[in-house]
């Protein structure tokens, strides 16, 4: 079975693995904008 021909982004997982290096995804993202935290809690609490 042949692989497809592909040419992988710069700067991307895909470009490192195929280079040989191992890649690492984050599995939890906090994404909270931490400095909209206290008007919200003036409006919401």
């Known amino acids: 079975m042949s ?3 592909h040419t ?3 700067d ?3 470009e490192a693995i195929e280079q040989g ?3 690492v995804t984050p599995l939890h ?3 909270t904008h931490r400095n ?3 008007s919200l ?3 919401y609490c």
């Open 3 to 5: 692989r497809l021909p």
């Open 8 to 10: 992988p982004d710069p």
């Open 12 to 14: 991307t997982d895909l």
């Open 21 to 23: 290096w191992i890649t």
């Open 29 to 31: 993202l906090d994404l």
């Open 36 to 38: 909209s935290l206290e």
């Open 41 to 43: 809690k003036s409006v």
